[in-house]
């Protein structure tokens, strides 16, 4: 396979206007390199661009700027494989470049661009993490192009070497889901995440393309929320952009709100959630989804990406059902057997209520736990913002959480073991 095959192709992205003095140009060979250039000197940079385009058959796509802000700016919006920099620019000198380059884009390979002169320097960002530097004037056509390919592949290597020395949370990804509205879906998502918190790192995420209530039922006032990470419009997802959508309550939970505003809401683009699962995995030991259904590819992309889809079930013969239901839908996406469960939760201590062992024989799937009503609670925890488990963990419906939550501590799932 030649290394461009293994270098991957990516979709062709549209790398509008943008900073200060960017140009851009490219072959037009299906699978660009996309170089980032930041070079103030037009015509070290023109040189730049003709000697890649000497090369027959190397596809690439090279935008230019020439400041070190607009490179930022750039890389906040756009996918490169390279950047290829000069130290000294308008706005940021020698290693301060280097770093704040680095910095902001650990997963990109920089290669410096050094002047004869400044050889010391470059020979500095290499030891604080660039792959190479090139003498401007000086390189060749062919070498420019293997120095390129083989700082992408060394930087590859160094990363997957870094990553297989500090394995961060390889975290489960449980999604509660109800197979209608109102059953209680948000109440336990929230729950079992407070309740996991004290063993293990916990994200709670509402993965949702209308209306949230985490923040009504946290009293919080998210500034900012997921849901700008996962539409068609927004750039490429990264775990910093994810990283400062957190809010960490005082029980150590972390909280990645969904929309907050109807203008908000929009639906969720399957390629971000893609990206999205890995990175939250990477985020905590117990991740805790909210999931809205819809008969898309984004939320089928979401439950088939997780460990358990958790569905939360009313004991009443409609919401029951609706869950029957949902479970022959989800396994028609592959999701069944030790894939799925459920938890019951009686908001209303009704008459006509199924018993529990005649909701677990119409759904047929394991049943985690049965959650009896505790409606002044329930409203006091809203009112408190504190889910029930914290608020009142000694009440039986805090117990029957926690016990849930207990099932599903990350050493329990897969298989889940009941
Ligand atoms: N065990 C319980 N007993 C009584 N009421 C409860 C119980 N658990 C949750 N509730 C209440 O039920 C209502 C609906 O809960 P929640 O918002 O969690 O449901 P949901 O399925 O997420 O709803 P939506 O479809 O709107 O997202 C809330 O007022 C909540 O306080
Ligand atoms: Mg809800």
Not at 269 to 292: H, I, N, R, S, W
Not at 302 to 317: K, M, R, S
Request: hydrophobic residues 45%.
């Amino acid at each position: 396979m030649s290394l461009l095959k293994r270098l991957g192709s990516r979709p062709p992205e549209e790398s509008g206007g943008g900073g200060t003095g960017a140009s851009e140009s490219s072959t037009s060979e299906a699978a660009p390199l996309h170089l980032l250039l930041i070079e103030d000197n037009m015509g070290e940079a023109r040189l730049l661009r003709e000697m890649l385009a000497e090369i027959p058959g190397t596809p690439f796509h090279l935008t230019h700027v020439d400041r070190l802000s607009a490179a930022l700016k750039r890389l906040d919006s756009q996918t490169f494989d390279l950047i290829l920099s000069d130290l000294t620019l308008p706005d940021s000198d020698g290693m301060e470049t280097f770093l704040g380059l680095h910095a902001h884009s650990p997963e990109i390979p920089i290669v410096v661009l050094s002047g004869l002169d400044d050889v010391r320097l470059a020979v500095r960002a290499v030891q604080q993490g660039a792959q190479d530097y090139l003498f401007k004037g000086q390189v060749m056509p062919l070498d420019l192009v293997r120095a390129l390919y083989a700082a992408i592949e060394q930087h590859k290597v160094q990363r997957e070497q870094a990553r297989q020395a500090q394995p961060g949370p390889s975290g489960k990804l449980v999604a509660c889901l109800g197979a209608k509205g109102g059953m209680g879906t948000t109440t336990v998502a929230l729950n079992l995440a407070a309740a996991q918190a004290g063993h293990q790192s916990t994200l709670a995420v509402e993965l949702r393309y209308s209306l949230g209530s985490f923040a009504l039922q946290l009293q919080q006032t998210p500034l900012l929320t997921l849901n700008e990470l996962l539409t068609s419009a927004a750039p490429r997802l990264t775990e910093r952009e994810l990283r400062q959508r957190v809010v960490r309550l005082p029980s150590g939970v972390g909280v990645l709100f969904g929309p907050q505003k109807v203008g908000d809401c929009t639906a969720l683009e399957p390629k971000q959630v893609t990206a999205l699962l890995p990175l939250l995995k990477g985020m905590a030991q117990c991740v805790v989804m909210d999931v809205e259904y819809s008969p898309t590819q984004a939320t089928q992309t979401v439950l088939q990406g997780c460990d358990l889809v958790l569905l939360i079930v009313e004991p009443e013969p409609v919401a029951v059902a609706a869950s029957r239901a949902m479970l022959e839908f989800l396994a028609t996406w592959g999701i069944s057997g030790s894939l799925v469960a459920a938890v019951i939760l009686n908001r209303a201590a009704a008459s006509g209520a199924l018993k529990p062992h005649e909701v677990q024989a119409h759904l047929g799937c394991p049943l985690l736990g049965i959650v009896p009503p505790a409606v002044e609670l329930c409203m006091m925890a809203t009112r408190q913002g504190v889910p029930l488990v914290l608020g009142q963990p000694t009440h039986i419906a805090a117990q029957s959480l926690i016990e849930v939550a207990n099932k599903l501590r990350a050493d329990a799932l897969l298989p889940l073991k009941l």
